[in-house]
Structure formats: structure tokens, C-alpha cells
């Protein structure tokens, strides 16, 4: 099978053109929207959506793989621990997928994430201790490592390769947080009184 054709595929699965277009208008300031509320989307409206059409696909795939080596090999102790170890990896593969990625939206300080359970989470830029991206043919994985209430959490989310991924958003909302509250403890502002 060839590669490209699979990313394309993948590409178009997972990134529409107005979610591009829309990304690719908000690199100069990630802050002001058209709208202006301040809310920039890292994922697409029906990210999860097509996630799930993906993990659909994925064990669709596996399965008739799977049958494809039982009618071709016949019913043995060897294929059967092969089937038997395929399913199991996919399983731990989709379960993979299905608990840790979510989609993610930044609105000034606040990331927001939603998971394909339903669940969503309201996090401080504050409390994000690591944001990574790894770029590989042309979709980049970002891992967001953050805290909440004591506890570690991360979630990674896929996006097409641009000159201003989600990690550099993130840490330049961690900038702009980390400026502000050292502009707001400056020494002089408070007035003093001579008695």
C-alpha cells in the first residue's frame, strides 16, 4: 500500500480545508478571532467524530485481518496465539487512543478539552507542566502533560504540520501568563502614608 495515499487519507479524515484556513488566519494572533471572543480550536468541530471513524475502521481492518490468516493458515496453536496477541495489542491500542485523546481549545489562559466519553476538562495555562510536538509526515502529535486537582494528567491531540503548532501556542499563552503576574506584583504600587 502506498504511504502517501494513506496519509492523504488520513489528512482528509482528520483536517478539513476550513479548519486549515481557519488555523492558518489565527498564526499572526492567537488571541483575537474574527469574532473576537479569543478562542482559538487546536481540533477541528467533529475531531472526535472522526476518531471514532477511525478506530472503527482500525478494528474493521484488524478483523478481517485476522480471518484473512485463520482461512489462510488454517486453526493451529500458532495462529491462534497470533490472533490471539493481535487482538490484544489492538485492543490495547484503541483503548490507548479512545482514554487519551481529546480534543483541545485555548481561550486565554483556559485550555479546555473534551473527550470522546463525553467528559470534558477546564484547565489553567498555569497548570500545564509539558506541551511536546512530534512533526512526522505532514501531522503533528502534541502531548499536553498537565495537573489538576493533584493529580498528572495528558492527553495528545493531532494536527496538521504548520508554522504555528499547539505547543507553541500553549507556551506562548504560558509567556504572556508569566508576564502578567510579574507585572502584577511590581514594587511601587502601593501607596504609602507618612504620619
Not at 493481535?86 to 490495547?92: N, R
Not at 506541551?131 to 495537573?147: A, D, E, M, W
Request: aromatic residues 10%; proline residues 2%.
Amino acid at each position: 500500500m502506498n504511504i502517501e495515499l494513506l496519509l492523504r487519507v488520513l489528512m482528509k479524515l482528520f483536517f478539513n480545508e476550513v479548519y486549515k484556513n481557519n488555523l492558518l488566519s489565527l498564526q499572526k494572533d492567537p488571541y483575537l478571532t474574527k469574532e473576537g471572543v479569543g478562542r482559538m480550536n487546536f481540533t477541528s468541530s467533529n475531531y472526535l467524530s472522526r476518531v471514532k471513524i477511525f478506530l472503527t475502521l482500525f478494528v474493521a481492518l484488524v478483523i478481517v485481518a485476522l480471518a484473512v490468516i485463520i482461512a489462510n493458515a488454517g486453526v493451529t496453536y500458532k495462529t491462534l496465539i497470533t490472533v490471539l496477541g493481535a487482538l490484544i495489542s489492538s485492543y490495547l491500542i484503541v483503548s490507548y487512543i479512545c482514554s487519551h485523546s481529546q480534543s483541545a481549545s485555548l481561550k486565554r489562559d483556559t485550555l479546555i478539552f473534551n473527550s470522546i466519553k463525553k467528559r470534558s476538562s477546564v484547565v489553567s495555562v498555569g497548570s500545564v507542566s509539558k506541551v511536546k510536538s512530534r512533526c512526522f509526515f505532514g501531522l503533528c502529535s502534541t502531548f499536553i502533560h498537565y495537573k489538576i486537582d493533584g493529580r498528572a494528567n495528558w492527553i495528545f491531540i493531532l494536527t496538521p504540520e504548520m508554522q504555528t503548532s499547539p505547543e507553541k501556542v500553549i507556551n506562548q499563552a504560558l509567556e504572556l501568563k508569566r508576564e502578567n503576574k510579574k507585572a502584577n506584583h511590581k514594587p511601587g504600587s502601593v501607596i504609602t502614608q507618612h504620619a
